[in-house]
């Protein structure tokens, strides 16, 4: 029996020899089949599933080509291919929950003229030549409505590519580089695509139309990075390998690398024809521009071209400011000023010789470019003047320039002092937290401020509970070792008094005193070993408060220590101090949720009869489980679940733990003899019960401490288990 993976989902399908359609019981597509059987070739399609499903189309595409070259009569090998050169993934549709195609490389080619679709259909049979042409079909709308969207944006002269985000979601070095030089070729008089600003009132919508459009009408890309994997990350190669093949049909186009902090050498091969730029030169932009000026000349603006009519028709201080506008194009500030004089010598209310004047004190050589303008104007006289004599229409243009830059310099301000405060609580510290919190106080209602004023609050109360922690901890270790010190003064002393006694008595009825002392003071010293200072650590011996950390129940030959998260009441809230074993999320790499994996049914049976006796587990409680989305890819998180034992999620472990060093765990003796992997820094990666960036992926907890919501395949077995309950005090006396 073959096994394959389902395209649309990635669960695995379990197909009877020589079938060429199958439906998956994951998702419930009806799917075409590869023809082949061969175990070598499996591998091959399965594995260029995954890279497609996880957007590197171009990697996948070389797979399926491969696959063709040897299998020239399979039509699934051309069918792949076409997949990928269009960029299709399949999502679920939230009112169907089907699995309908989107598309992230929409091209003007039409589908079933594509020469891969043509050879898929010719080496199908009449069940896959009729769910290929209705997929093709599907694609061919998608492609419709993003051309007739894309059809409506005016055309961009420059796309800048980079990355915006690294893998812990925080802004990127490239994200700042991109911004300032999307500022100066703005400045300039260019068009620029840059996602960030471009595709910032885009939220909720398919990015693909407006990203399409930019493509094929920017006549230059400029390709930003600081790093090869920043060059290589799947979003950004999609960019720039689609840009390069536009390039292939159109030699107008130019695509400039732009590197910093790494050798040239290091750039993707595909650049290698190109001129690259070093961003880390002086002069830098300068050079970047003027290679665009030979591609692009900025369009002028019509009224900026329009001849000037001067209020009673005189022709004089028509050519005047005519001449005084071309030294203000130019960039020669005094002459224009100087004949913009010359104009209001003859008349003295001409508003457009004032409008000059204006331009040329804030040295704009357009009239639209006072809008760039670092500062507002409006208290220049030259503004004034321009109100008191210009038209209601020219007013109106000057004051939406200066809202405009009132606007974008309040939201610089802003932004400023939001990116200082995030910057700041990175050092992690109650003093640091404090100052973010004060600073973004200051821009309440901005972007995210009043959620973050929230976590670092959280955040702050969780350090100083550390802290309790740790000075409990100290407290009882000190006890424990005054205590330790005392017992072992008592023995020394107990010890000396009985040997001088023996010395002197030197009789059996001494040896009948001393012997039976002995005897009691080694069983004192027993007690306190082995049964005073262990019994110490017990749940039901300390103080249950957050950060406490004692023992409860034992796995692995060794009793299991739990840490404190919350407490409501005689209910508490634990977690496993260490991870306790490795396993997979699940026993199959499969679409799945909390609700239907393997590691819930093995903590909520398995692990909860192995671990405690039937004493312990009266205390532990059956909670309401809350199963909520992944907040960042929109993966379904499945029904809500009753559970004794269960993992944390994205939201609990990011409320419960005060930063990424506290969220560190290391594996128990017992879990170290497992699969489980430990990462150079000593500590291992741990599963949440979140759903990843899609149904086959699970959330986790890096080595390093940080949450990573994309998470990883949900068969992998070297993943660890901190396993989380909620136990009733009451019971546990």
Aim: include cysteine; hydrophobic fraction near 35%.
């Amino acid at each position: 029996m073959a096994v394959f993976k389902c395209k649309m989902c990635g669960g695995t399908l379990e197909v009877e020899e020589n079938a060429k359609v199958c439906e998956c019981e994951f998702c419930g597509t009806k799917q075409t089949l590869p023809s082949e059987n061969d175990e070598q070739v499996q591998g091959l399609y399965n594995r260029a599933n995954v890279l497609r499903m996880k957007g590197e189309f171009d990697k996948a595409g070389e797979i399926y080509e491969k696959i063709a070259s040897v299998r020239t009569k399979d039509p699934e090998a051309y069918w792949g291919m076409v997949l990928c050169k269009y960029g299709i993934e399949y999502v679920e549709d939230p009112a169907t929950f089907k699995r309908v195609p989107t598309c992230h490389r929409a091209s003007y080619d039409a589908v079933t003229a594509d020469e891969d679709y043509k050879a898929a259909i010719a080496n199908a049979d009449i069940s896959q030549q009729a769910i290929y042409e209705a997929e093709a079909k599907a694609i061919e709308e998608i492609q419709k409505g993003i051309i007739a969207i894309s059809q409506n944006e005016k055309p961009y002269d420059v796309f800048i590519c980079y990355k915006e985000t690294d893998d812990a979601g925080q802004r990127t070095v490239d994200s700042a580089i991109a911004n300032d030089i999307y500022h100066q070729l703005t400045q300039e008089g260019f068009k620029v695509f840059y996602a960030a600003i471009t595709l910032e009132d885009k939220l909720g919508q398919e990015y693909e139309p407006y990203i399409f459009a930019a493509l094929n009408s920017a006549k230059v890309m400029l390709a930003i990075g600081t790093r090869p994997e920043y060059f290589n990350a799947v979003w950004v190669k999609n960019e720039w390998s689609r840009y390069l093949k536009i390039m292939s049909k159109d030699r107008s186009k130019l695509l400039i690398p732009c590197y910093r902090d790494m050798d040239p050498y290091e750039l993707p091969e595909e650049f290698a024809h190109l001129q690259a730029q070093d961003m880390s030169k002086i002069g830098f932009i300068n050079d970047v521009v003027r290679g665009i000026k030979k591609v692009i000349v900025p369009e002028e603006k019509k009224e900026e071209n329009k001849e000037i009519v001067v209020g009673g028709g005189n022709a004089n201080t028509a050519a005047l400011l005519k001449r005084a506008f071309i030294f203000l194009e130019d960039g020669n500030w005094k002459d224009a000023d100087e004949y913009c004089e010359k104009v209001l010598d003859q008349d003295p209310e001409n508003a457009e010789a004032y409008l000059g004047k204006l331009m040329a004190e804030q040295r704009a050589k357009k009239k639209t470019l006072l809008k760039e303008c670092s500062q507002p104007y409006d208290y220049s006289g030259n503004y004034a003047k321009v109100v008191r004599f210009g038209s209601e229409e020219l007013k109106a243009e000057l004051d939406g320039y200066i809202k405009h830059i009132k606007d974008r310099n309040e939201k610089a301000r802003k932004n400023e002092i939001y990116t200082e405060a995030v910057n700041l609580a990175r050092d992690n510290s109650v003093e640091a937290y404090e100052t973010a919190i004060k600073k973004l106080r200051e821009i309440r209602g901005y972007k995210d401020t009043d959620n973050l004023i929230t976590k670092y609050q959280e955040k702050i109360k969780g350090i100083k509970v550390e802290e309790a922690r740790k000075s409990e901890e100290e407290r009882i270790a000190a006890e424990r070792k005054a205590e330790e010190e005392r017992i072992a003064a008592e023995r020394e002393a107990e010890e000396k008094r009985l040997a001088k006694e023996l010395k002197k008595k030197k009789t059996k009825k001494a040896l009948a005193i001393v012997i039976p002392a002995l005897v009691v003071i080694v069983a004192a010293i027993l007690v306190v070993t082995q049964v005073v200072i262990p019994n110490s650590k017990k749940l039901e011996n300390i103080n249950l408060e957050a950060g406490a950390i004692g023992t409860f129940g034992e796995y692995g030959g060794e009793p299991v220590e739990w840490r404190v998260l919350d407490k409501d009441g005689n209910k508490v809230l634990i977690i496993t101090d260490k991870i306790i074993d490795a396993k997979p999320y699940n026993d199959e790499w499969s679409g799945i949720t909390w609700e239907n994996c393997s590691l819930r049914k093995w903590l909520n049976e398995e692990f909860i009869s192995t671990a405690f006796t039937e004493k312990e587990k009266e205390a532990v409680l059956e909670t309401n489980i809350k199963n909520e989305d992944n907040q960042g890819y929109g993966t379904n998180g499945g029904k809500n679940t009753k559970d004794k034992v269960f993992l944390l999620s994205i939201e609990e472990v990011e409320k419960y733990f005060s930063s990424d060093n506290d969220r560190q765990s290391e594996g128990t003796k017992y879990a170290k003899t497992t699969a489980l992997c430990v990462d150079n820094c000593g500590y291992s990666w741990w599963w949440l019960r979140s759903p990843g960036r899609d149904a086959s992926d699970a959330a986790t907890v890096l080595s390093g401490g940080g949450v990573y919501a994309p998470g990883d395949m949900v068969y992998h077995d070297v993943y660890g288990i901190r396993p989380a309950l909620w136990i009733d005090t009451s019971k546990l006396k």
